[in-house]
């Protein structure tokens, strides 16, 4: 038996989550991350981990790892530079895309500029017809000039997407080929091997994204690898998917497109966790970290997925957790426009400089800050002692923009805070709102540095159920990765009819996912233990544009039922739209598997009851609603199953505090978690 550690690496601070297998002693952390050197932080931690909690780096078993560096490459426009070997005539795949506005509402909206430019975009004299035949033969010509158009250019990558290339990609082979023996140091990225999905765009820009950050996610993994092997760490680390599973770092070097959003998934899937620990069937995770707010639906304990995740300004169309992100987090900055109005964000001071109460040279007023001249911050450090809060800091920062607005600085301190709600109000609503959900049924999971900071000013404008800050709040992403799963995603596009004619060529295909799956996880992953495999299929009725991706049962497969099938599509149908054709005919046109392995996952005991009631441990004054309130601290550590508590409060610990406002009652449920709830009269 051995330690599990949980690591992910945020905006403003990297935090560790490290339980014992057999005790089921959880111990957390928090150190600064290192934006300038990347991966530094976490041999930090584990140097503070093996001194502070006399826990041997070779006593540790498993190591899983979010990181953020593919999309924060994408958003920086920092990656490889890449080339683009496309169906010639079809050159213009990323800049027509789908020919959509990206802000119905804004005329003069602009797509972005892709990350391959189009004259670094070459078509190659080819073409493969939809069924697979070979229509065109590959013109070895055109390939040799592209390469050399790439060489003059400095490409240090080619991506090679295709048409048609899901159902036949023996041309991009064949491509693919000829580039390493006349272009050696030039990497190639085929487009099938990346997602063989149908549709050119989908796959061509999905493709891109993963092509244009793998050097640097590449570069970064063998780093990691070995930071982690000169610690003493003999465990292969494990890497968080977007899609809410893990896979080992070697793979992640090469498939980098299944980790894009690797930081953001393990938070969901930790809150995920929590809401089948308090078994409430609708909640909503909330996690605010120095930049972001990332908020996502989990119902029955289960995460919503979807395709087509923003990844900075592209999609990318493999399965991932369905999450919107806003641009509200503890490090965002206050400022006033020209026209004399409060906004906030989208700018943040990150870690460094840091909020101005973190005394770290920063002089921009943060959301942070605020909450310190409200009263609800500065009377204990931050994040494992490593910030101590200079609240003169604070009011040196928001002094000016007070006197701009021609307010107190506490009067300019609580509207910071409102407009900041009001931002993640607008866009929680539009969420909502798209998936038919009322708030009013959810319950909000707050995690992240400033997710229980935040939560009841949030909870209260919509009106939701309750506030669940769990017990490890501030590392809860770090946790997801222990509680995650090993699980891929596979996919075949056969563009069928499902018919009884076609159940042997479906079977057929479902076998040759079956397959590849597990190898996947035995051979790619090394796991031995139970999988689980999940069929499902992209469905539409004939003449439909889009797809529905329906779960199946594998005895439906097996057994050839097609009717089972059109039923679970109709039930699908009739879900979204509110209608369905059961007299219509189906189409088949993707054949999905989803594989999981359960490696073991931490589990917690209750909490015990204490007779005597938990004690503030100091007197505080809170500023709220343009008047001051007392209020009162308490120490996370010393609350029991059964403490209730009323705000205005703060709770204290070491790698998060929330913050209970007037109107407000707090109850610690039978895990340890508080469960925050607007006091009705």
Same mark, same amino acid.
């Given at each position: /038996?051995?330690?599990?550690?949980?690591?992910?690496?945020?905006?403003?601070?990297?935090?560790?989550?490290?339980?014992?297998?057999?005790?089921?002693?959880?111990?957390?952390?928090?150190? %600064? #991350?290192?934006?300038?050197?990347?991966?530094?932080?976490?041999?930090?931690?584990?140097?503070?981990?093996?001194?502070?909690?006399?826990?041997?780096?070779?006593?540790?078993?498993?190591? =899983?790892?979010?990181?953020?560096? !593919?999309?924060?490459?994408? @958003?920086?426009?920092?990656?490889?530079?890449?080339?683009? +070997?496309?169906?010639?005539? +079809?050159?213009?795949?990323?800049?027509?895309?789908?020919?959509?506005?990206?802000?119905?509402?804004?005329?003069?909206?602009?797509?972005?500029?892709?990350?391959?430019?189009?004259?670094?975009?070459?078509?190659?004299?080819?073409?493969?017809?939809?069924?697979?035949?070979?229509?065109?033969? &590959?013109?070895?010509?055109?390939?040799?000039?592209?390469?050399?158009?790439?060489?003059?250019?400095?490409?240090?990558?080619?991506?090679?997407?295709?048409?048609?290339?899901?159902?036949?990609?023996?041309?991009?082979?064949?491509?693919?080929?000829?580039?390493?023996?006349?272009?050696?140091? @030039?990497?190639?990225?085929?487009?099938?091997?990346?997602?063989?999905?149908?549709?050119?765009?989908?796959?061509?820009?999905?493709?891109?994204?993963?092509?244009?950050?793998?050097?640097?996610?590449?570069?970064?993994? #063998?780093?990691?690898?070995?930071?982690?092997?000169?610690?003493?760490?003999?465990?292969?680390?494990?890497?968080?998917?977007?899609?809410?599973?893990?896979?080992?770092?070697?793979?992640?070097?090469?498939?980098?497109?299944?980790?894009?959003?690797?930081?953001?998934?393990?938070?969901? /899937?930790?809150?995920?966790?929590?809401?089948?620990?308090?078994?409430?069937?609708?909640?909503?995770?909330?996690?605010?970290?120095?930049?972001?707010?990332?908020?996502?639906?989990?119902?029955?304990?289960?995460?919503?997925?979807?395709?087509?995740?923003?990844?900075?300004?592209?999609?990318?169309?493999?399965?991932?957790?369905? &999450?919107?992100?806003?641009?509200?987090?503890?490090?965002?900055?206050?400022?006033?426009?020209?026209?004399?109005?409060?906004? &906030?964000?989208?700018?943040?001071?990150?870690?460094?400089?840091?909020?101005?109460?973190?005394?770290?040279?920063?002089?921009?007023?943060?959301?942070?800050?605020?909450?310190?001249?409200?009263?609800?911050?500065?009377?204990?450090?931050?994040?494992?002692?490593?910030?101590?809060?200079?609240?003169?800091?604070?009011?040196?920062?928001?002094?000016?923009?007070?006197?701009?607005?021609?307010?107190? =600085?506490?009067?300019?301190?609580?509207?910071?805070?409102?407009?900041?709600?009001?931002?993640?109000?607008?866009?929680?609503?539009?969420?909502?709102?798209?998936?038919?959900?009322?708030?009013?049924?959810?319950? %909000?999971?707050?995690?992240?540095?400033?997710?229980?900071?935040?939560?009841?000013?949030?909870?209260?404008?919509? #009106? /939701?159920?309750?506030?669940?800050?769990?017990?490890?709040?501030?590392?809860?992403?770090?946790?997801?990765? %222990?509680?995650?799963?090993?699980?891929?995603?596979?996919?075949?596009?056969?563009?069928?009819?499902?018919?009884?004619?076609?159940?042997?060529?479906?079977?057929?295909? +479902?076998?040759?996912?079956?397959?590849?799956?597990?190898?996947?996880?035995?051979?790619?992953?090394?796991?031995?233990?139970?999988? =689980?495999?999940?069929?499902?299929?992209?469905?539409?009725?004939?003449?439909?544009?889009?797809?529905?991706?329906?779960?199946?049962?594998?005895?439906?497969?097996?057994?050839?039922?097609?009717?089972?099938?059109?039923?679970?599509?109709?039930?699908?149908?009739?879900?979204?739209?509110?209608?369905?054709?059961?007299?219509?005919?189906?189409?088949?046109?993707?054949?999905?598997?989803?594989?999981?392995?359960?490696?073991?996952?931490?589990?917690?005991?209750?909490?015990?009851?204490?007779?005597?009631?938990?004690?503030?441990?100091?007197?505080? =004054?809170?500023?709220?609603?343009?008047?001051?309130?007392?209020?009162?601290?308490?120490?996370?550590?010393?609350?029991?199953?059964?403490?209730?508590?009323?705000?205005?409060?703060?709770?204290?610990?070491?790698?998060?505090?929330?913050?209970?406002?007037?109107?407000?009652?707090? %109850?610690?449920? !039978?895990?340890?978690?508080?469960?925050?709830?607007?006091?009705?009269?």
């Amino acid at each position: /038996m051995g330690y599990r550690v949980g690591v992910d690496i945020g905006g403003t601070f990297t935090d560790f989550c490290v339980f014992h297998e057999e005790t089921g002693l959880l111990k957390t952390l928090k150190v %600064l #991350s290192r934006p300038d050197e990347p991966g530094a932080e976490v041999t930090t931690g584990l140097n503070i981990i093996s001194n502070n909690y006399d826990i041997s780096p070779s006593s540790i078993s498993y190591f =899983t790892h979010g990181t953020t560096v !593919g999309v924060n490459t994408v @958003i920086q426009r920092k990656g490889v530079k890449l080339c683009l +070997f496309t169906t010639e005539n +079809f050159e213009d795949v990323l800049e027509v895309a789908r020919l959509k506005m990206p802000d119905p509402y804004d005329l003069y909206s602009g797509r972005p500029e892709p990350l391959v430019t189009r004259e670094k975009v070459f078509g190659i004299r080819e073409r493969i017809l939809s069924n697979g035949d070979v229509d065109i033969p &590959v013109d070895e010509k055109s390939v040799r000039d592209a390469i050399s158009k790439v060489k003059r250019l400095g490409g240090e990558a080619i991506v090679i997407s295709l048409l048609h290339s899901y159902r036949n990609p023996d041309h991009e082979k064949w491509i693919s080929e000829i580039i390493r023996l006349e272009a050696p140091d @030039i990497s190639v990225i085929l487009a099938s091997d990346i997602w063989p999905v149908i549709r050119e765009y989908e796959r061509t820009v999905t493709a891109t994204v993963s092509g244009y950050v793998q050097p640097k996610v590449e570069f970064y993994l #063998s780093s990691l690898q070995s930071a982690l092997k000169a610690a003493g760490v003999e465990a292969e680390p494990m890497i968080t998917k977007s899609n809410g599973g893990v896979m080992t770092a070697e793979r992640g070097k090469t498939d980098c497109a299944q980790m894009l959003l690797s930081g953001t998934a393990s938070g969901v /899937m930790g809150a995920a966790s929590i809401a089948k620990q308090i078994e409430s069937s609708m909640c909503m995770s909330l996690d605010i970290g120095g930049t972001s707010a990332d908020v996502a639906i989990i119902v029955d304990g289960n995460p919503q997925f979807g395709a087509g995740e923003m990844i900075g300004e592209f999609p990318v169309y493999i399965p991932s957790v369905s &999450v919107t992100s806003i641009g509200e987090g503890g490090g965002s900055v206050a400022w006033v426009d020209d026209q004399g109005v409060l906004k &906030v964000g989208p700018e943040s001071a990150g870690s460094t400089p840091g909020p101005a109460c973190y005394g770290r040279g920063g002089t921009k007023p943060t959301i942070t800050d605020a909450l310190v001249l409200l009263g609800f911050l500065g009377n204990a450090a931050l994040g494992y002692s490593a910030v101590d809060i200079q609240i003169e800091r604070s009011r040196e920062a928001i002094t000016p923009l007070a006197d701009s607005l021609s307010m107190t =600085t506490e009067a300019a301190a609580e509207s910071i805070i409102r407009i900041a709600i009001s931002g993640m109000y607008l866009e929680i609503s539009k969420l909502v709102s798209r998936q038919g959900i009322d708030p009013r049924d959810l319950s %909000l999971i707050a995690f992240g540095g400033a997710g229980p900071m935040l939560a009841c000013w949030l909870a209260e404008e919509l #009106s /939701m159920k309750n506030v669940v800050v769990p017990l490890v709040p501030g590392v809860l992403s770090a946790f997801g990765g %222990l509680v995650a799963d090993i699980k891929n995603d596979f996919i075949k596009t056969i563009y069928l009819d499902l018919s009884s004619g076609n159940i042997g060529d479906i079977q057929q295909g +479902f076998g040759e996912l079956a397959r590849e799956a597990m190898h996947w996880i035995r051979e790619g992953q090394g796991f031995e233990g139970a999988v =689980t495999m999940k069929p499902s299929a992209d469905l539409r009725y004939r003449g439909q544009s889009y797809e529905i991706d329906t779960n199946l049962e594998a005895q439906w497969i097996e057994g050839g039922d097609i009717n089972k099938i059109a039923d679970a599509f109709h039930v699908a149908h009739e879900k979204i739209y509110e209608h369905s054709d059961k007299k219509a005919e189906i189409q088949v046109i993707n054949l999905r598997m989803v594989i999981m392995g359960e490696p073991k996952k931490p589990e917690f005991k209750p909490f015990d009851k204490k007779i005597s009631a938990v004690q503030p441990t100091q007197e505080i =004054t809170v500023f709220e609603n343009g008047n001051t309130n007392p209020g009162k601290i308490y120490k996370r550590s010393e609350m029991r199953a059964g403490d209730k508590i009323l705000g205005p409060a703060v709770i204290i610990q070491d790698d998060c505090t929330t913050c209970v406002p007037s109107g407000f009652d707090v %109850l610690v449920d !039978g895990y340890g978690n508080l469960i925050i709830e607007r006091v009705t009269e």
